[in-house]
């Protein structure tokens, strides 16, 4: 599979409103804080979702957060994501690394 470009949207309301699959919204932090990623599911079924993130660091956190590199536009975290099957949502399991999603 062809990895997919990660659209970084500067505003979150734009985001909803494209769903453009695999495009991310990083909720604004700075160095060392915690923070939400929201993305639509790169599989392509338009879920948007969110997950927890530390700008530069894993927060400790109850329930699970990543890594992000602090790079919005070629953004990279760790470890890989699980989307797990929701709605109209069949599940979606990968990688996003210097900007592109990459599914396992």
């Keep these: 599979m062809t990895p997919l470009r990660a659209v970084h949207y500067p505003e979150n309301a734009r985001l909803r409103q494209d769903r453009i699959p695999g495009s991310i919204w990083i909720a604004p932090c700075g160095e060392g804080e915690a923070s939400m990623l929201w993305f639509v599911c790169p599989c392509g079924c338009g879920t948007l979702r969110n997950i927890s993130i530390g700008h530069r660091h894993k927060p400790k956190m109850r329930g699970p957060s990543w890594y992000w ?13 699980n989307a797990a099957p929701a709605g109209d949502c069949n599940g979606w399991h990968g990688w996003l690394r210097d900007g592109y999603w990459e599914a396992c």
């Design 69 to 81: 590199n602090g790079r919005a536009t070629e953004a990279t975290l760790d470890p890989s994501v």
